[in-house]
């Protein structure tokens, strides 16, 4: 992308006097939550869909685990 703009005498933008990328993450920290969808096999070769939830600013974790497929997407 660098290329692409400096070849179209784009220079880059200025430095802003905005928080750093870590102090928006620690201000916003209440308020992010990483989650991720994944399935399991179990020994017995069932199959386990979780869901899994982290909240950034406690570290707390939740997770959610079904026998049954979630419905396609649509």
């Given amino acids: ?6 070849k179209a005498g784009v220079d ?18 209440s308020g992010i939550l990483a989650c ?3 399935s399991v096999e179990t020994v017995m070769l ?3 869909y979780c869901f899994a939830v982290v909240e950034h600013a406690t570290r707390g ?10 419905p396609p997407a649509g």
């Fill in 61 to 70: 974790s939740t997770c959610s685990v079904s026998r049954r497929a979630p």
């Fill in 1 to 6: 992308m660098w290329a692409i703009l400096k």
């Fill in 46 to 48: 069932a199959r386990l």
């Fill in 36 to 38: 991720d969808f994944f």
């Fill in 12 to 29: 880059p933008a200025p430095r802003r006097s905005g928080p750093t990328w870590a102090q928006f993450l620690k201000a916003q920290a």
